[in-house]
């Protein structure tokens, strides 16, 4: 992990540089990518597991412990960066979260209700320590001042969303299709991957990186048959191998400075011990903190009913959400999010005039950064179910026409079955799920030398309600899970252009500032959930919405993304007290907590399953679109008017930010 030059420098302008950036960079660009394959690879499958998997939770406790987790997971980079700051240091705190997050992933496997609250423990308190402080260390390594720090960002910006596209293109299919246990066991392997690559010489990082790279890049043009997965996989695949590559040239020219991520004051080391005593005690707690959201009720049945009666009534729904947030997390994390603020606003209060005025815009973004991703966090949750239960994701070979009413065809068993019936047997998303999951079982026990498809073929006796109904091939069904990617496969594709577009106008004095950036992302966000509402309103009439709509809704939530999210980043180490940057990083992810919070009680409106304790039923997709619709309207207007709330205040927060002024810390 240390620089093996001689005496290498601790000024991070004299540091050996590739395309214009520290070496080092490309060290943390593919340990946080492998930390977020496996952290968004136990992400596409989360929500799915625990409504289709063993534990056969109902939506609204597989959204409120969605929740809660998101919550914790975000909440947990505020101590840890504190933490980090005080104590131990950045570099430790990273090898520390990610022993932790290694034994979570590796839990996640285990079939036990106990073992996966337990497992969510683990990866809320390893994130606590990885997330803020990989990132605290990127910016260690520019000047202070530095043009290219904006740039540095992004490009390790894009590091986190190939790990991000990979993930459910790996673990998501993989699981989805062989197993949940198949999936998280591979999330696991990519946790392992990027401590060793953080941790290990630089020579050996250079091997991890490339052979990592290699295999799973070339992989991915194998890991399946249908042509539009085989266009992604091939399209990350090729990404992955070339910055592999570029990461080893990096690499040669030296690695990561022993001095990144140091201790502030190496004395304090000797009270590790108490950090490690801390972490025994928090992952049992956080683990029950997620149970007993579970357990408590967070949004009733009447609590919907009331949204839905509302009418658009944002009032009624703001004071009745409020009302809501009284679960043992949320109001640990409503407390922390509380406690923080007013710390770093009393702090501001305290500093001098330049110093004060920078902390009030991180403070105010941070704001508008929270609302963001309480819209933008759908992507787990509603919008993930609204992927696999409406949006159309068969390739068809043919579709059911009238001479072939009264004939009985065997089919393979897909989506394009939901809402028909066959003879008295309703095809609906949880019937379907049995079906895959014997046909799973049947070839986990076949004997040896004895194959056992994982397609389920069925007779279909054809009446004249089936006419119109499709008919697809093996592996024409994209799994639900796989659109996890779009979202950073965008990214992959528009980061390095959003870079050009800003360094471009920046050139002729038009780039717009931060605040200006943070109001496009919010107003990009809503017209995404836009096209998620106009699909909806003109789904076929099975309930079924054309995946380009998805796809667009998709492409405008990552514009957006891409002019808030990495900007936001280098803001916070920009225009933060250097003695507070780990600590103000740690209330960013903060605020991302509470909005994930936020986001879980947004999801419950779309609730949809009936039953549970084995007997959840999923309603046929003409009952549910609408739904999902509805939310998707509320969610737009509420997006595009925050971002002409920040647009109009936009002019003060830059002035605020006294660009090109310095001040004492």
Not at 207 to 228: E, H, K, R, T
Not at 236 to 258: D, E, F, K, Q, W
Not at 261 to 273: I, Q, S, T
Not at 330 to 338: E, Q, R
Request: proline share 4%.
């Amino acid at each position: 992990m240390a620089d093996r030059t001689e005496n290498p420098p601790t000024d991070p302008s004299q540091l050996p540089t590739l395309f214009g950036h520290p070496t080092g960079l490309y060290t943390l660009f593919f340990a946080e990518m492998w930390e977020r394959f496996s952290f968004y690879g136990m992400r596409a499958l989360l929500i799915y597991y625990m409504i289709k998997g063993f534990l056969q939770y109902q939506d609204p406790t597989a959204y409120s412990i969605y929740g809660a987790y998101g919550g914790l997971v975000y909440m947990m980079p505020f101590f840890g960066g504190m933490i980090a700051d005080r104590l131990i240091g950045a570099r430790r705190a990273v090898v520390l979260g990610g022993v932790l997050m290694a034994l979570g992933h590796l839990l996640m496997g285990v079939e036990n209700q106990y073992a996966f609250f337990c497992a969510l423990g683990l990866l809320i308190c390893g994130n606590g320590f990885f997330k803020p402080n990989i990132s605290t260390i990127v910016g260690t390594l520019y000047p202070k001042g530095s043009v290219k720090r904006d740039g540095g960002f992004t490009i390790f910006y894009m590091g986190i969303n190939l790990g991000a596209a990979m993930a459910p293109l790996v673990c998501g299919y993989i699981g989805e299709t062989y197993g949940w246990h198949y999936g998280f066991g591979l999330a696991t392997i990519g946790m392992v991957i990027g401590l060793a690559v953080f941790v290990a010489p630089v020579r050996l990082t250079q091997v991890l990186i490339l052979s990592g790279a290699l295999v799973i890049g070339i992989g991915m043009y194998f890991l399946s048959s249908n042509p539009y997965l085989l266009g992604i996989n091939a399209l990350i695949g090729t990404a992955l191998i070339v910055s592999g590559c570029a990461a080893v040239l990096a690499l040669s020219r030296g690695g990561l400075p022993h001095w990144a991520g140091a201790p502030a004051v190496p004395a304090r080391l000797k009270y590790a011990w108490m950090v490690y005593l801390g972490v025994v005690v928090a992952v049992p707690v956080l683990a029950w903190l997620v149970y007993a959201n579970a357990r408590y009720n967070l949004v009733s049945e009447d609590f919907i009913n009331r949204l839905r009666a509302s009418e658009g009534d944002l009032q009624n729904i703001a004071a009745t959400f409020l009302n809501e947030i009284s679960t043992p997390a949320g109001l640990i994390l409503m407390t922390t999010l509380f406690g923080a603020f007013v710390f770093l606003f009393i702090t501001a209060v305290r500093s001098t005039r330049i110093v004060r005025h920078r902390m009030y815009v991180v403070l105010i973004l941070t704001f508008f950064s929270l609302l963001f991703w309480a819209f933008f966090e759908q992507a787990g949750s509603s919008i993930n179910n609204f992927t696999d239960r409406n949006i159309d994701r068969v390739r068809e070979s043919r579709v059911v026409e009238a001479a072939d009413v009264g004939s009985t065809i065997d089919i393979v068993l897909t989506q394009e079955q939901l809402g028909y019936a066959n003879g008295d047997q309703l095809y609906t998303l949880d019937v379907l799920t049995r079906a895959r999951d014997a046909q799973r079982e049947a070839a986990d026990v076949a004997g040896e030398g004895e194959e056992v498809s994982l397609d389920v073929v069925i007779p279909w006796t054809v009446s004249e309600d089936d006419i119109g109904m499709g008919i697809a091939d093996s592996g024409s069904e994209i799994p639900g899970s796989i659109f996890q990617s779009v979202n950073p496969s965008y990214i992959l594709l528009l980061g390095l252009v959003f870079t050009a577009l800003w360094a471009f106008l920046a050139r002729f004095r038009l780039e717009p500032s931060t605040p200006v950036k943070f109001a496009f992302g919010l107003i990009q966000l809503g017209l995404g959930f836009v096209a998620l509402w106009y699909g909806a309103q003109n789904a076929n009439e099975r309930g079924m919405v054309f995946v380009g709509w998805l796809l667009l809704g998709y492409l405008l939530h990552t514009t957006g993304e891409l002019c808030l999210s990495p900007v936001g980043l280098s803001m916070v180490t920009k225009l933060s007290p250097r003695r507070l940057v780990s600590t103000v990083m740690g209330a960013w992810f903060l605020a991302t907590a509470a909005s994930s919070f936020v986001a879980a009680i947004i999801a419950q409106f779309t609730g949809v399953g009936h039953g549970g304790n084995g007997e959840q039923t999923i309603p046929v997709p003409a009952e549910t679109v609408h739904v999902y619709g509805d939310v998707f309207k509320i969610v737009a207007y509420l997006a595009v008017g925050c971002g002409v709330v920040c647009l109009l205040l936009a002019p003060l927060l830059k002035y605020w930010m006294h660009i090109g002024q310095d001040a004492e810390d």
